[in-house]
C-alpha cells in the first residue's frame, strides 16, 4: 500500500511563511514527480507546484510564482511545499500527490494522494 502524509498546515498571518512536508512510503510504485494541489472552500481543486523526483525540475501555478518553493529530498522519499508571503487567498486544504504517469505531467497524472492539510491565512 501506498502513503503519503502531509504535515506542517496551520493557521498564519498573512505575510507569513509555513513549509508543508509529504512523506511518502509503502510498496514501490512508479513515482516521477510529486505534486501539491489546493483545495478552497466551494472551489474545484487546483494546481500549485511540483517537483521531478530525478533531476529537480520544478513547475508552478502563476499564482504562486515567487512566492513558493517546491522542493524534495530523495534520500528521506519526503517533498517539502515552502510557502512565503501568504495572502488570504492561499487559504485552502492543500494535498500532496504522487505522479505515476509522466505523459501528464506536470499538471496531471498523478495516481496517490495524501489526506490533505488546512492552510488558513487570516487578514
Known amino acids: 500500500q501506498v502513503q503519503l502524509v502531509e504535515s506542517g498546515g496551520g493557521l498564519v498571518q498573512a505575510g507569513g511563511s509555513l513549509r508543508l512536508s509529504c512523506a511518502t512510503s509503502?510498496?514501490?510504485?512508479?513515482?516521477?514527480?510529486m505534486g501539491w494541489f489546493r483545495q478552497a472552500p466551494g472551489k474545484a481543486r487546483e494546481f500549485v507546484a511540483t517537483?521531478?523526483?530525478?533531476?529537480?525540475?520544478?513547475d508552478y501555478a502563476d499564482s504562486v510564482k515567487g512566492r513558493f518553493t517546491v522542493s524534495r529530498d530523495n534520500a528521506k522519499s519526503t517533498g517539502y511545499l515552502q510557502m512565503n508571503s501568504l495572502k488570504p487567498e492561499d487559504t485552502a486544504v492543500y494535498y500532496c500527490?504522487?505522479?505515476?504517469?509522466?505523459?501528464?505531467?506536470?499538471?496531471?497524472?498523478?495516481?496517490?494522494w495524501g489526506q490533505g492539510t488546512q492552510v488558513t491565512v487570516s487578514t
Open positions: 509503502g510498496r514501490s510504485f512508479t513515482n516521477y514527480a
Open positions: 517537483v521531478i523526483w530525478g533531476d529537480g525540475t520544478t
Open positions: 500527490a504522487a505522479n505515476v504517469d509522466v505523459r501528464y505531467w506536470p499538471r496531471g497524472g498523478y495516481g496517490y
